[in-house]
């Protein structure tokens, strides 16, 4: 079993930035692929980064824009997400997840463990 459990969330104005932590533990001995994902009230969970394991490719939602960098330590099993130039729209619930693969996943179905969230509320 894997342990998430995100941290760095917190209320910021809009263009300002956050840099988010998902600290891994438990079975991290094989090679998994990492993604954030976020949740607005009432609405689905939505894309926003993912990560493979050796950190060479990475993918992004749309809307990001260039606006977030995902990155990992592998040594520390903790992967991050920098946000800048935030928006009032990238208010949610922000989770890290694990997926058992080696390339990048975009999906929520094919992430096989979670963590809680993380709160990022951007005020206008």
């Known amino acids: 079993q894997v342990q998430l459990v995100e941290s760095g969330g917190g209320l910021v104005e809009t263009g300002g930035s956050l840099r988010l932590s998902c600290a891994a533990s438990g079975r991290t001995g094989r090679t998994y692929t990492m993604g954030w994902f976020r949740q607005a009230p009432g609405t689905e969970r939505e894309f926003v980064a993912t990560?493979?394991?050796?950190?060479?490719?990475?993918r992004y939602g749309d809307f990001v824009q260039g606006r977030f960098t995902i990155s990992r330590d592998n040594a520390k099993n903790i992967v991050y997400l920098q946000m800048n130039s935030l928006k009032p729209e990238d208010t949610g619930r922000y989770y890290c997840?694990?997926?058992?693969?080696?390339?990048?996943?975009?999906?929520?179905?094919?992430?096989?463990?979670w963590g809680q969230g993380t709160q990022v509320t951007v005020s206008s």
């Open positions: 990560i493979n394991y050796s950190g060479s490719t990475t």
């Open positions: 997840a694990a997926a058992w693969t080696e390339g990048v996943v975009t999906t929520t179905r094919r992430y096989d463990h």
